[in-house]
């Protein structure tokens, strides 16, 4: 299966092993909030630059990335009719 690349985030799949992509999403939630911590919303919500996501546009596209993976990994392994209730709504 040839490696995911997104090319808003730059996300490059092929440089990670299986073992370590697991590893790191188990600790995104802490990750994420260690990193903002402290940040006044005003700036996780400014854009530096034009073009370029904000740290929120940022947080909510992994956080949707990861609830994606999650769909996929659930269908893989439980089949049709699973239920995923709905996705985790951003707090930024």
Known sequence: ???ER??????????????????????????WARAISGVDAS??????????????EYTDHVRES?????????LALSGPGVDLVRAPRTTL
């Not at 997104?6 to 992509?21: H, K, L, V």
């Not at 700036?43 to 929120?56: E, F």
């Not at 990861?66 to 659930?74: E, P, S, V």
């Open 1 to 3: 299966m040839p490696a």
């Open 6 to 31: 997104c090319s808003e985030c730059a996300f490059d799949g092929s440089r990670w092993s299986d073992a370590q992509a697991t590893q790191e999403v188990v600790q995104l939630p802490d990750l």
């Open 43 to 56: 700036d996780l919500h400014r854009r530096p630059i034009g073009g370029m996501w904000s740290i929120a």
């Open 66 to 74: 990861t609830f994606g993976m999650r769909f996929a990994l659930d």
